[in-house]
């Protein structure tokens, strides 16, 4: 997790450890971009009320420092974050200002598996219809993207969370999970609009299953339903989504600044690459954050939200995903060719977004199927509750929270 001046950190790490089923399991990353003077109390730990919180505070908290002058924004804080990873299979992806309902780990761990599943299932099918067609495609031919795969699409579980209510100690969360799964509601990436950089705008709209699908679903209510779109503040998936390449966050001249638009980046590769999204079910909604973020100290960092260096990269950004190079509106392109271009995001950038997701970004439409998160009118099991939040396996494996 990326900290920028932020008193909200250590918070969030108490609560990441406390609130874990196995907190032993768990280590976080978090890259401290602070004032060498007036911020050593930011990265003090919080638990001197309880020696094993202090324990794991100092043997699972892994950290880089930055002087907060030097911040180039998210993506490259990101990068670093990812770099602190030490070979667990899972990774956890959340704001430095967040906090955790009880057993997180486990929850999420089950709606990944059920991911899992319903993929390897959805191949299986596919594989079964193919070869009644008579196209001599078999499951291990569809399950060829990625090495050992049992599915052709790598899950990752992501959504803007639930918002909490507070600060430090005082901070509360607005529900948590039964015994049976049942929770008021989870999120749902949907398309919201363009900001006046050209870059698409993502909402978190509250969505929860029909309570006659509820009380007769023989699937577990850990499944989790398809997303379209991708976000940092919760992204759990195995490691290998984050710190491997195409889709790792990346620390370079093009993503320098990017605020809006820095997961529209990761995500664009990440569907090139064989991954596809999923949005965790209310049973799973375990992670909270805080969209206010006035407890932030100083002055914003490169690369924030309204600043001249966020709206200039996002320029370049919309001009590639408008079918462009990079342009942004003034100088030379960013990219040389449309071979440099398919090189990081595939051969047609704008038609996966266009076609495949329900975006325009030249003409800057959205299709009702975006602005629902991929969920149907007439869907059958999904109903979307008032609120919107946010934009504008288990089995004892270990985890990185980055």
Not at 29 to 35: C, I, M, S, Y
Not at 113 to 139: F, K, P, T, Y
Request: glycine letters at 10%.
């Amino acid at each position: 997790m990326p900290s920028f001046r932020d008193p909200e950190t250590r918070w969030t790490l108490r609560s990441l450890f406390e609130n874990a089923e196995r907190p032993e399991r768990v280590a976080a990353g978090v890259v401290w971009q602070v004032e060498a003077r007036d911020d050593e109390d930011l990265m003090r730990p919080v638990g001197a009320d309880s020696p094993e919180l202090l324990s794991l505070y100092h043997s699972r908290v892994r950290s880089a420092r930055l002087a907060a002058a030097d911040a180039s924004g998210p993506c490259a804080a990101r990068a670093i974050a990812a770099s602190l990873w030490q070979g667990e299979e899972f990774f956890l992806s959340v704001d430095a200002h967040s906090r955790f309902a009880k057993g997180w780990d486990s929850k999420l761990s089950k709606a990944l598996a059920e991911a899992e599943r319903l993929e390897e299932e959805e191949a299986a099918a596919a594989a079964a219809a193919a070869a009644r067609a008579g196209e001599g495609r078999s499951a291990s031919a569809l399950a060829s993207r990625g090495e050992g795969s049992r599915f052709p699409f790598h899950p990752v579980l992501t959504s803007y969370p639930p918002s909490y209510e507070g600060e430090g100690p005082a901070a509360r969360i607005p529900f948590e999970a039964e015994e049976n799964g049942s929770a008021p509601f989870a999120t749902l990436l949907c398309a919201s609009r363009f900001g006046a950089e050209g870059v698409l705008r993502l909402v978190g709209k509250r969505w929860r299953r029909r309570e006659e699908k509820t009380k007769n679903a023989a699937s577990s209510p850990f499944a989790p339903i398809r997303s379209l779109f991708w976000a940092a503040g919760l992204s759990f998936s195995r490691a290998h989504f984050a710190v491997c390449a195409p889709t790792r966050y990346e620390s370079d001249a093009w993503t320098r600044g990017l605020f809006w638009g820095e997961e529209h980046d990761v995500a664009t590769r990440a569907l090139a690459a064989g991954y596809r999204f999923w949005a965790p079910p209310p049973a799973a909604a375990v992670v909270f954050t805080r969209y206010d973020r006035s407890q932030v100290r100083g002055a914003p960092p490169v690369g924030a939200r309204g600043s001249a260096e966020a709206a200039a990269a996002g320029k370049r950004l919309a001009a590639v995903f408008s079918g462009e190079n990079g342009r942004g509106g003034d100088g030379d392109p960013f990219f040389s060719s449309p071979s440099e271009v398919g090189a990081r995001y595939g051969p047609d950038v704008a038609g996966l977004w266009r076609e495949g997701l329900g975006v325009d970004w030249r003409a800057q439409r959205i299709d009702e199927r975006a602005r629902r998160g991929g969920v149907d009118k007439d869907d059958e099991e999904v109903e979307f509750c008032s609120g919107d939040e946010g934009g504008g396996g288990g089995g004892g494996e270990d985890f990185s929270v980055l």
